[in-house]
């Protein structure tokens, strides 16, 4: 055993450097007696200094002077007996000189490139092909499908309950029609009729109508049907130019800024007067005809109905802000006549008796709840999903730059953003 390694020695100069390095030519070749301590250590001279390594690249070189290393080191021209796993050497990763050979890990058809592939891969596929690769369901999918069946039905409950509200508002406002227009015609309820317009045409028409919306204000509580009360007092405001002074000769002086001017009624003056026009002469107030643009009747009442709008049981009280226009801004002669009504829900002051909650109330506050619940998984979801697509294109473009130089365009980088998770 000595001879031969003392023949090794005296034949070490005669070798070619690949030979000195550890790469035998075939089974049974002379191989020098370095270890992997030494040869990490940088004391072989014969391989520091112009020995032949293989990089991951694939690509031949000289191993740089005095890198003192021979750690991972792979042999140009392997033989085919070590590549097979030749006996004696039990491992078929490893070179003539006992090191082994590394993964390449890097660079083009490396480990990383393919698993980045793979991830892209699978990231721009849609569920149905992810369910075809993986057989997982994909539950992300059926929670956005069963987030839209919920949502719709509860629009649906929501549609309802504001048809009852549009509907109610909407007879409210032909009650008061009929309460406070006089000669109110039920033709013109209908849209699109073809009743014309409802206009006075004369000063003592115009005192009629206020008289009959007074009246019917006055009376509101204890004439009507419906739970009607008085919740303000009765204005009565006039809008004209500052000033409009037209003679029989046709002069006139005429300013054109508008102003306007309000007197106020209360119940009890209404007891004490017999009309409008005696109230306007006590109050000193003169409707500037020639000059009038508008004139309005304000009042505002509260109502209760005792049927539910919503999913809470019990009554609803409702707050009804009435005007009544009298609008001459086209000075041809006639004045027309309107009312309109903003309505508005309000707290109802007190409640004798609680009223509990009825069977169709409960499943409403429970199909809230888990809307509410669906819909704050679904945004997290979409927030993860946003997030893991933008740590992947981060990923991407660390690879395409570090290995082959290159870099996303804008076109590309929008890709990862899938606005089914915005939307």
């Known amino acids: 055993m000595q001879s031969v390694t003392t023949q090794s020695r005296l034949n070490f100069s005669s070798l070619s450097p690949l030979a000195r390095c550890g790469c035998g030519t075939a089974a049974g070749t002379g191989l020098p007696s370095v270890n992997v301590s030494a040869a990490s250590l940088g004391q072989v001279s014969g391989c520091n200094q112009g020995g032949v390594f293989y990089d991951p690249l694939k690509t031949v070189g000289n191993l740089p002077a005095g890198s003192g290393s021979l750690t991972g080191s792979i042999c140009e021209d392997l033989p085919t007996s070590f590549l097979g796993g030749s006996v004696g050497y039990p491992n078929s990763r490893c070179s003539s000189a006992g090191y082994e050979l590394l993964d390449n890990n890097e660079g083009p058809g490396s480990v990383e490139e393919e698993e980045i592939k793979v991830k892209l891969k699978f990231f721009f596929l849609n569920p149905m092909e992810k369910y075809r690769l993986t057989r997982k369901i994909p539950w ?115 300013d054109t800024q508008l102003v306007e001017h309000c007197i106020y009624l209360h119940k009890e003056q209404w007891n004490k007067m017999d009309n409008s026009q005696e109230w306007l002469r006590g109050e000193n107030f003169t409707v500037p005809w020639q000059a009038l643009e508008r004139l309005y009747l304000n009042f505002s009442l509260t109502s209760t109905s005792l049927r539910s709008f919503g999913p809470d049981p019990g009554p609803d009280c409702f707050k009804f802000m009435t005007r009544i226009t009298f609008d001459n801004t086209d000075h041809d002669g006639q004045i027309s006549i309107s009312l309109d009504v903003k309505s508005a829900r309000i707290q109802c002051s007190s409640q004798t008796d609680r009223i509990p909650r009825s069977t169709n109330s409960q499943l409403i506050m429970f199909h809230n709840t888990l809307v509410i619940i669906l819909c704050s998984s679904s945004l997290i979801l979409c927030l993860r999903s946003l997030l893991r697509a933008e740590l992947l294109k981060y990923e991407a473009e660390l690879f395409l730059e570090r290995i082959y130089g290159l870099t996303l365009t804008s076109s590309e980088k929008l890709d990862f953003l899938n606005l089914w998770y915005i939307a």
């Open 140 to 254: 992300k999918l059926c929670l956005q499908i069963l987030k839209a069946i919920i949502v719709t039905a509860q629009l649906f409950v929501y549609a309802d309950y504001r048809h009852w509200h549009t509907s109610y508002y909407t007879n409210q406002a032909i009650t008061m029609d009929h309460l406070f227009i006089k000669d109110w015609d039920q033709s013109r309820e209908i849209q699109g009729s073809d009743t014309g317009k409802l206009a006075v045409y004369r000063q003592s028409d115009f005192y009629k109508f206020v008289d009959f919306a007074i009246s019917g204000w006055a009376s509101v509580e204890k004439n009507s049907f419906g739970p009607f009360f008085r919740n303000s007092s009765l204005g009565f405001c006039v809008e004209h130019y500052r000033a409009a002074n037209i003679t029989r000769d046709l002069l006139f002086s005429l």
